[in-house]
T-cell receptor, first 115, second 113 residues
């Protein structure tokens, strides 16, 4: 059982380049999330998708776009990468939608460096 | 604006000692308080969680203490082991927001043999 799979694991970009981070889960979860992790700042929510066909902004959405391709897949796109987007990106999912809370299952992260 | 403040940033404990990590929150609407554990190169994983209708929850060597009036909660790791060395995140959410967790800054715990 793979859980949450993220690709790529590592990526180096130049300022202004674009790229898409891919995430897929095999747990039949309804909700999926993208977080970024920076030293001393914890994990901050970028975008989330409560169910297939819906997406909403989180705490730090500027500079990012997302697509909930189907129930399994949720991608994060950087249209014009900036050095401030150097971070570790985590995709997560869970099977509980509002109004209940539940355990988040995280992928292993995608380490992005923007030069 | 950090709605969940976590301290300390780093913590070094001897094997067998007690590790204590504290968190404070601002939003009184928060009603779910989990702790996540993260090993290097891995994603965070749920360790233990509490709701505000209880003041303490214990699972093995891990205990959450919750003080609703002070808007604080803490993680206690008893008999700390080198295998507990990891980064710990507290978090909070409100029922109406589903699982949109607000995380603390993280604490890097090192347990020396």
């Amino acid at each position: 059982n793979a859980g949450v799979t993220q690709t790529p694991k590592f990526q180096v970009l130049k300022t202004g380049q674009s790229m898409t981070l891919q995430c897929a889960q095999d747990m039949n979860h309804n909700s999926m999330y993208w977080y970024r992790q920076d030293p001393g700042m914890g994990l901050r929510l970028i975008y989330y998708s409560a169910s297939e066909g819906t997406t909403d902004k989180g705490e730090v959405p500027n500079g990012y776009n997302v697509s909930r391709l189907n129930k399994r897949e949720f991608s994060l796109r950087l249209e014009s990468a900036a050095p401030s987007q150097t971070s570790v990106y985590f995709c997560a999912s869970n099977g509980i939608t509002s109004p209940n809370t539940g355990e988040l299952f995280f992928g292993e992260g995608s380490r992005l460096t923007v030069l | 604006q950090q709605q969940v403040k976590q301290s300390p940033q780093s913590l070094i404990v001897q094997k067998g000692g007690i590790s204590i990590i504290n968190c404070a929150y601002e939003n009184t609407a928060f009603d779910y308080f989990p702790w996540y554990q993260q090993f290097p190169g891995k994603g965070p994983a749920l360790l233990i969680a509490i709701r505000p209708d209880v003041s303490e929850k214990k699972e093995g060597r891990f205990t959450i203490s919750f003080n609703k009036s002070a808007k604080q909660f803490s993680l206690h790791i008893m008999d700390s082991q080198p295998g507990d060395s990891a980064t710990y995140f507290c978090a909070a959410s409100k029922e109406t927001s589903g699982s949109r967790l607000t995380f603390g800054e993280g604490t890097q715990l090192t347990v020396n043999p």
